[in-house]
């Protein structure tokens, strides 16, 4: 196995809660041309705004939010971590999520990015501080299974598969899923 320098850094994700993310010296570039705006050729007629100005009134669109805000609270934070875990070597007695989360599945973890990136939506969406400190739990849990691995890496299989697409071996997607936490 190669040994690779992943570097990643916890950044502020919404109101409190966190997300890591990679870090490199060429995304800092990136951020500071992305700083220059350029004029719109054509006038813009819609404005962007924050989701936390915004609060929807009782109707199906309500409906449907709350649905999947049960569905986020539903979700337990030790079968999210499950896979991270155990592939730092940490002990886990949680029962592993199915599908694609599945232990033995080459795209397990990328579920968990998306659950972050939902808590914070939602938790801008509705306030509901029960959605930031879950996102706060899976992100300690994250760091918990980063300090472990050692070396910034961060993923819920092995550098292994990564060696296997640069061996040009049969693997899933490791570069698509590595981002998605």
Request: aromatic share 10%; proline share 8%; glycine share 8%.
């Amino acid at each position: 196995m190669k040994t690779r320098t992943f570097c990643w850094r916890l950044v502020p994700f919404v109101l409190g809660a966190a997300a890591i993310l990679p870090f490199s010296p060429s995304s800092v570039q990136a951020d500071s041309r992305a700083k220059q705006r350029v004029a719109p050729a054509v006038p813009m007629r819609a404005q962007p705004f924050d989701l936390e100005d915004v609060r929807l009134l009782d109707g199906p669109f309500r409906h449907a939010m709350d649905l999947d805000r049960q569905y986020l609270l539903s979700l337990d934070v030790d079968r999210l971590l499950h896979t991270f875990r155990l592939t730092a070597g940490l002990p886990s007695s949680a029962q592993p999520l199915g599908g694609w989360e599945e232990p033995k599945s080459e795209v397990r973890g990328h579920f968990t990015g998306h659950y972050l990136s939902a808590c914070a939506l939602m938790y801008a969406s509705t306030g509901d501080e029960r959605l930031r400190d879950k996102g706060n739990a899976v992100v300690a849990g994250l760091a918990e299974c980063q300090a472990k691995l050692g070396g910034g890496y961060l993923s819920a299989y092995p550098e292994e598969f990564i060696d296997r697409v640069e061996a040009l071996k049969p693997v899933w997607a490791p570069y698509y899923t590595l981002p998605q936490i």
